[in-house]
């Protein structure tokens, strides 16, 4: 009984289109990073969004402090709120008052303190403290003029971001795979 010889052509190039797609190879890491920035960027939008809806006066643009990075050595990203080493311009942002005629009782009578008119003048980015007030909440404050209350955590950022990132993930997975079917349809 004779065996026949299976000839197999075509092998070396289905090869070299795998070594072309593996992640060392630059061009393919520059693609995948550059699908992932468009993910990461799409969420990070989604979740100014959400930051804008739980400040809903946001006259200084707080929400401008939520930032997106994409790491160069490995495949990733993350989205956080900015924690600004250096300060930005001041801005001359005052608070506008309320029309009321001159002689009404009612309102503030103190002085405005130098440091906060200091914060009054943080503009977006800068008040990346804000939103993590709002997010992880604060104590109960006290000051020799009385009670000047708390803030309830709403761990708004946890939850929007880790949403939007899985959100991201799938999208991220989705381009991928069209990238691999788009590379196998050219061979």
Not at 87 to 92: F, P
Not at 150 to 155: E, K, M, P, T, V
Request: proline share 2%.
């Amino acid at each position: 009984m004779a065996q026949d010889a299976i000839t197999v052509t075509g092998i070396e190039q289905y090869q070299e289109a795998l070594r072309k797609m593996q992640t060392e190879n630059p061009a393919t890491k520059k693609a995948l990073q550059a699908i992932i920035r468009r993910a990461i960027s799409a969420a990070r939008k989604n979740v100014v969004k959400d930051a804008q809806g739980v400040l809903a006066n946001d006259p200084r643009h707080a929400y401008k402090a939520v930032r997106n990075s994409v790491y160069k050595q490995i495949l990733g990203g993350q989205i956080n709120i900015l924690s600004s080493r250096h300060r930005g311009a001041a801005t001359k942002w005052v608070k506008p008052k309320m029309n009321r005629p001159e002689n009404a009782r009612g309102g503030n009578r103190r002085k405005r303190s130098e440091r906060t008119m200091q914060v009054d003048s943080y503009e977006g980015t800068d008040r990346g403290f804000i939103l993590r007030f709002l997010n992880a909440g604060t104590v109960k404050r006290e000051t020799r003029y009385g009670n000047r209350g708390s803030l309830s955590a709403r761990h708004w950022f946890g939850r929007s971001a880790a949403f939007q990132l899985d959100a991201a993930a799938t999208r991220v997975a989705e381009e991928i795979e069209a990238l691999l079917h788009q590379e196998f349809q050219q061979m």
